[in-house]
């Protein structure tokens, strides 16, 4: 069961506007424009297992009850994400028919990095890291805080172009590589999005919602 967007009950806002203060006051100027801040509670069943996927926004975990063991992947790892289902999944996410879930290999599972959870301790999620949950023996407890940054959003729009231009054959470079084409990519998005107001055009409505 999860509990979405407590933070709107004082008391869990309060909680959220200390943690995320704290960890903005460390992070590299470089992130930018937090946005989308919101917090989750998840009360998880004793052994049950949150499938392999990843998610597109920057997460605290914050263990409270009961264990949970989190296995862990580099984002940039291409053995167990290639960039083009790294695309995909980013080009999906607002479709109503959108399952997050992904093809889990049991090769997979001697990359990862594995990290148990206790009462008191936080685990940090980076963008786009695939990972599963297990829960301990006993109903589990937690406490997820996510925002989005500049940074983050940046990203996912390059994974969103290079996911149109593999579709028109071509072998784009993955973001982070190279400052100018990720600028050049950005950029190419915003045009097409105001040309797409402009015109009526579809390609991007669902990122629209997306990065509105
Ligand atoms: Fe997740």
Redesign the pocket.
Known sequence: MVLKNVQQDPAYGKLLREVLDSVYGNLDPSFGGMHREEAFIFISSPNSV?PY???EEH?F?CQLRGTKEVSMWDPRDQTVLPEAQKEYMLQIWHDPAYH?NMKFQESFQERATVFPLVPGEALH?PVGAP?W?KNGPAVSISFSITWRSKLSERQAIVYFVNGKLRRIGLNPVAPGHSAFRDSLKHGLFHSVRVLGRVFGGSWLKKSQAKWA
Do not use: A, I, P
Request: cysteine-free; proline content about 0%; overall charge neutral.
């Open positions: 949150t996927h990843l998610d997460n975990l997050r999620f990972h949950v």
